[in-house]
DNA sequence: GTACCCCTACTCGGATAGCGAGTGTCCGAGTCGGAATGG
DNA sequence: CCATTCCGACTCGGACACTCGCTATCCGAGTAGGGGTAC
């Protein structure tokens, strides 16, 4: 019942390429040394992040990741799919059908009662992710983020994408 | 991000003890029959809901779980931590620390807003599951199944317990 | 007949193997950009 | 000076080992109950 660790990485990922201007990306080697991860690992999840449609590539010199999407439309239930899968954390195998006590008579046409419980709090737990978007998380971030970290962004990644970079606010 | 297998093997078997009158328990290995499951593993998880306080057993002949306190007071969120320990699913390892553009200056006061978000989730999804109680399940259960199936309950019952057992409704 | 004792069967409980998903890494396929070259 | 060609470096993408936690099982520790025996 844990959620897995590319989950993070590539979340914080997408955070990085929503502040980007549109058509411009970073390579998987771009954005792991960014957060100090394995380059290599880092660019096993993002590939899972490509077959998901979030975020689009190129290749060659200056290409790399960029989102497929405007980040309004990118959910953390979106990543996670794209990581962990779409399945249920409970996946009932109807074990109440089993047993010595189960006659050929018995119906069971009502659902699961302990499934049922468990796919509520599923549903609860998936429509929280889902109303939480990237570009919102990267709004609340901006307005809490110092002066200073602000400036380190910006040389950084003038740095990287080869050509000056300033930050702006995009929906 | 899957539960682990033995949260719906004791969520059964939890609601199956429920309708034991006080006092009288079911072996690990009668519990693991009525579902037709290994008996050894079932054992290791009921020794988890033991640890939990959930369940209390009794050795010798005659012996086995019983719940601890009254079903109302067990819900789901109860039986998920017995099993699959109580740690959140997702557990923010603040990479955002980490990476070549953080200065010393940098501040972090601020927390994390993907970590945020997934708390928020976590916590829908435990609430969901901590107002669910295996009492509520037991009346569900009851109010939809059909009379040959209660009939084989009880016999299947009164030969394991070794006397004459009656369903009755416990709040 | 009664009280005591022992023994057996039954139960829990922790210690011990096996396996699969997640973790981590590497090398080949494809592509863009620029340098070199010839006109 | 300009167009063309070729080469190199950079990037993604899938194929390949490794580790850890869940799965699964077994055997020892402890106990209640019943049968046997002595009084």
């Given at each position: 019942m844990k959620l897995s660790e590319g989950v993070e990485w590539t979340a914080h990922a997408?955070?990085?390429?929503?502040?980007?201007?549109?058509?411009?990306g970073l390579s998987?080697?771009?954005?792991?040394?960014?957060?100090?991860l394995a380059p290599a690992y880092m660019a096993k999840h993002l590939q899972a992040l490509k077959r998901a449609g979030i975020v689009e590539t190129s290749k060659g010199p200056g290409g790399g990741y960029r989102l497929a999407r405007d980040a309004a439309e990118v959910s953390l239930l979106d990543i996670v799919g794209a990581i962990d899968g779409n399945e249920a954390m409970f996946r009932c195998s109807e074990i109440r059908r089993k047993g010595p006590c189960i006659s050929k008579q018995a119906s069971f046409r009502a659902p699961c009662h302990i499934a049922s419980a468990f796919g509520?709090?599923?549903?609860a737990w998936r429509a929280e992710l889902a109303a939480t978007?990237?570009?919102?998380?990267?709004?609340?971030?901006?307005?809490?983020s110092s002066?200073?970290?602000?400036?380190?962004?910006?040389?950084?990644?003038?740095?990287?994408?080869?050509?000056p970079f300033t930050l702006s606010v995009r929906s």
């Amino acid at each position: 019942m844990k959620l897995s660790e590319g989950v993070e990485w590539t979340a914080h990922a997408c955070l990085l390429l929503s502040i980007l201007p549109p058509g411009v990306g970073l390579s998987a080697k771009a954005l792991a040394e960014f957060h100090d991860l394995a380059p290599a690992y880092m660019a096993k999840h993002l590939q899972a992040l490509k077959r998901a449609g979030i975020v689009e590539t190129s290749k060659g010199p200056g290409g790399g990741y960029r989102l497929a999407r405007d980040a309004a439309e990118v959910s953390l239930l979106d990543i996670v799919g794209a990581i962990d899968g779409n399945e249920a954390m409970f996946r009932c195998s109807e074990i109440r059908r089993k047993g010595p006590c189960i006659s050929k008579q018995a119906s069971f046409r009502a659902p699961c009662h302990i499934a049922s419980a468990f796919g509520r709090a599923d549903n609860a737990w998936r429509a929280e992710l889902a109303a939480t978007t990237i570009a919102q998380i990267a709004k609340r971030t901006a307005e809490n983020s110092s002066e200073t970290n602000r400036d380190d962004l910006v040389q950084w990644l003038s740095m990287k994408l080869g050509e000056p970079f300033t930050l702006s606010v995009r929906s």
